[in-house]
């Protein structure tokens, strides 16, 4: 059996979270999805578990860290080239994220990110080939 991972993320609207990461390009999985909850799909093998927070809260007994304060988690994601960096970063902020930095370029490996409407921070990268490669 193959791994899978699922990021659970709380949000204050889920309405507005399908609506941004949609105008992002990923879509949502209906057989999770209810008015508390959503499954974005990322990959084959890895989700996004959009909680509303009244349902994150029954998953842990911790108060909600506020991610506009706060770091809690930083989700990075590997993609296909630097244009597809800058690209998803321009249709989060035209959808209602922000950036949070400049882009990084490395020369082997490129990034930027942008906070989502809740404040979770994505970071997006692209790594050359043979870097990514080596070990």
């Not at 990084?104 to 994505?122: E, S, T, V």
């Amino acid at each position: 059996m193959r791994t899978q991972i699922f990021v659970n993320l709380p949000v204050k609207s889920l309405d507005n979270s399908v609506a941004f990461f949609t105008e992002l390009g990923f879509s949502f999985n209906p057989q999770f999805t209810d008015e508390t909850a959503t499954c974005m799909i990322v990959s084959d093998d890895i989700f996004v578990m959009l909680l509303i927070e009244e349902k994150f809260k029954t998953f842990t007994p911790k108060e909600i860290c506020d991610a506009r304060k706060y770091t809690e988690v930083l989700v990075c994601l590997s993609v296909e080239s630097r244009a597809k960096v800058d690209e998803l970063v321009r249709k989060a902020v035209a959808a209602g994220g922000e950036t949070y930095n400049e882009p990084q370029d490395y020369g082997f490996m490129y990034g930027h990110g942008f906070q989502d409407p809740d404040g979770h921070i994505w970071e997006l990268i692209y790594m050359e080939p043979a870097a990514a490669s080596q070990g």
